[in-house]
């Protein structure tokens, strides 16, 4: 059986509308078709069999510019209780930020627009949470693809890798500087090739695009007046921020600007300076003293971790934002293990910026974001 498609919203307004959502995109197209095809565990590769259609829907919405495309599955009650399939296709990346909104503000949008005293019958803030996570079927067939091997098998969870549990890590004071705070430290010997911490990689902290720009425009605002109640704030904002800044990293997968910071000792791992690190991702090379800073590696841009319509990222979102390093030689028990804080910049309008920054603490000229927080404190 062939697939049907219908048109549910085709929109170039500034502010486009997916169901009751809104979503902020600047000159962009949003698109969303339903779909009467049903995909499950036993279905063949997108684009054979009875999903040829969907399969080529989806691949010519990818060659047209349409760089984030979400397909969930959905009750539909007219006329009876059926699923079906719908695809949301949004022509900026930066639409993907509020795709990923939470459900805090997915029910002040709802609200907004239907008001606090109603409600709808099929759907509110946890139904959306769900559309924003593919059913696992929708992977299995995505990996069916012959060109999805490489996405499909970098989903956090390496079964070959040796993994190092935070148990046989330990917290010192770091080897680099006077001025460096702490470090992590190897109670055992760690093989080349081991990864650590594996199984807190979806305990860490994530701040959203929404919260983290709300935090940054509180902190700007805040630190550019001298009211005592302002200052209250920025006290306040301001350990957020050094918090995200001195132990995670910023990235914009999801669209726009949010952090991360690993769960467990993770957080302490220092900078290997004039590349000195033991620990790194794959892939991620070079020393902050003679990098270029007026070109960003590509690993910066976070749209080539996966293609447009990409299942296996979105089921995988949370580990894959925290994994991807592994020992770079062997550690020795008692010897301190060290990053490659360049492959932590996530950020192309922040790469300068953070070299500079880098290079200033390995240097000693210039204290990292925690030593610094830590110093103003005691002050």
Same mark, same amino acid.
Request: hydrophobic fraction near 35%; glycine fraction near 8%; proline fraction near 3%.
């Given at each position: ?10 929109? #170039? ?13 600047? #000159? ?11 995909? #499950? ?26 760089? !984030? ?100 890590? !330990?917290?010192?004071? !770091? ?22 911490? %594996? ?29 005592d109640y302002v200052q209250e704030v ?72 996966g293609s447009p319509f990409s299942p ?32 932590? %910049? ?34």
């Amino acid at each position: 059986m062939s697939s049907t498609f219908y048109i549910v919203k085709l929109l #170039t307004i500034t502010t486009c509308t997916h169901l009751l959502i809104k979503y902020s995109c600047p #000159t962009i197209i949003q698109l969303v078709l339903n779909t009467d095809t049903l995909i #499950t565990h036993n279905d063949p590769a997108l684009g054979i069999g009875r999903l040829k259609v969907l399969g080529r829907v989806i691949h010519s919405l990818e060659e047209v510019g349409y760089e !984030s495309v979400h397909l969930y599955q959905d009750e539909n009650s007219s006329g009876g209780f059926e699923t079906h399939s719908f695809l949301v296709a949004l022509k900026s990346y930066e639409s993907r930020a509020e795709w990923y909104s939470n459900e805090a503000e997915v029910n002040i949008r709802l609200h907004q627009r239907i008001g606090r005293s109603e409600s709808l019958k099929f759907f509110d803030s946890p139904t959306m949470m769900k559309y924003q996570i593919p059913p696992k079927s929708v992977e299995t067939v995505f990996c069916h693809g012959d060109d999805k091997e490489d996405e499909c098998n970098n989903r956090a969870f390496d079964p070959e890798l040796v993994n190092i549990p935070s148990t046989q890590l !330990s917290v010192g004071q !770091s080897t680099m500087g006077e001025h460096s705070g702490r470090g992590i430290f190897a109670e055992k010997d760690i093989p080349k090739g081991s990864a650590i911490g %594996i199984e807190k990689l979806s305990l860490s902290y994530f701040i959203y695009p929404s919260s983290h720009r709300i935090t940054m425009e509180l902190y700007e605002w805040a630190d550019e007046d001298e009211e005592d109640y302002v200052q209250e704030v920025f006290e306040s904002v301001n350990a957020i921020v050094a918090f995200s800044i001195g132990y995670g990293f910023w990235l914009s997968l999801l669209g726009r600007t949010h952090s991360t910071v690993d769960s467990g000792l993770q957080m302490f791992c220092n900078h290997g300076c004039n590349s000195t690190y033991n620990y790194s991702a794959k892939g991620v090379d070079g020393n902050e003293a003679d990098i270029d800073l007026n070109q960003p590696p590509d690993w910066i841009d976070q749209r080539w971790w996966g293609s447009p319509f990409s299942p296996a990222l979105e089921r995988n979102l949370r580990q894959m934002m925290t994994s991807g390093d592994v020992t770079n030689r062997d550690i020795k028990k008692g010897e301190e293990i060290l990053c490659n804080y360049l492959g932590f %910049i996530g950020v192309a309008a922040h790469w300068e910026e953070e070299i500079r920054g880098l290079q200033g603490q390995c240097d000693g000229t210039e204290l990292g974001e925690i030593s610094s927080y830590e110093r103003e404190k005691r002050m």
